[in-house]
């Protein structure tokens, strides 16, 4: 019997902001670790991003950052295949055929377009569609595409990203009920963080690491940035001398994501015996970090320059990714009764 063929991990990666580490551990880790199991295709979701991203140079530079950090974090683009979103042109038209399947119930009630209505009404904003473009609102099938299009088994992403998977799941469904005969599209699963990386990464004012808090800690902040921002985590004011409770703070949930085992253990006991500042742990978590990340920034800076090696990198990863897209596409276009023959 011929050996099974392993499953294809896909996941979508927008581009909205310089990398950080509470992406590392939700989003980065995960997926890398997933490339040694399955066939994985990774993306750069940058016409994705155009629903929120108003600066062209803007979205050109955070697409161009997200590629060269995910290569410096150790995606090899010889295993992996990875591309940006807006170079498979198949994408789009697929888009559309299955916009004409999806219910726009459907839409209606997906999350993010739903707070963002929300938002409208606790500003008091009559119309709740304003400020709303249709990119938003359209969005899930966009995704459901990136998905579907490249026969894709397994989804790995955050939890807020779940209905966006189920949807994608109820729109193949509804494809292959009207259409279904000797093509069908790949029903996928999501597959979610469990353990640490379920938990989120705290960022530099003790809420959720995330761009829309400012509070992120980007991978590769310049090793000046990176102390300063490092010792501004926000700390209680016990005294030095006093014992502390490790877990009521965000600098020793940092270090206990990027330290090794022995050193955390370390760490919380002296935290918990008094004698440890709390500037003391921030000193040790912004050398551990720096450690780790030092000898990375030079490739990373390599990459992200114009001209650099990524341009061939990402064109390659495209075209790869449109050999998949194609036949998807073809066996999309005979069931609906575009191609005939
Ligand atoms: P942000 O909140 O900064 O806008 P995104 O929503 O773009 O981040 O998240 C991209 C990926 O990184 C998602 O898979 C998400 O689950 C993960 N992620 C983002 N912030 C964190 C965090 N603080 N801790 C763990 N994972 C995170
Ligand atoms: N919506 C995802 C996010 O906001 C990004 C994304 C776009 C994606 N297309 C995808 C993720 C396809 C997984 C699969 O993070």
Redesign the pocket.
Known sequence: MAAEQPKVSLTGI?P??EP?L??Y???IRPSLELTETYESIYFIADYHALTSIRDGAELARYTRSVAATWITLGLDPAKTIFYRQSDVPEIFELSWVLSCVTAKGLMNRAHAYKAARDRNVENGVKDLDAGINMGLFNYPVLMAVDILIMNTDVVP??L?QSQHVEYTADIAGTFNHLYGGDFTLTVPTGIYPAGVSAK??PGTDGR?????YRN?IALFAPEKQLRKLVRGIVSDSTPVDEPKDPDTSAAFALYENFAAAEAVKDMRARLEAGGTGWGELKNTLFETLNDWLSPLRERYDALVAPGSELDAILADGAERARERARPVLAGVRHAVGITTG
Not at 208 to 212: Q, T
Request: glycine residues 20%; positive net charge; aromatic residues 0%.
């Open positions: 927008k909205t902001g950080h509470g992406n551990i939700g989003a992403v955050g807020d989120s990464l959720k690491m995330s761009k829309s992120t």
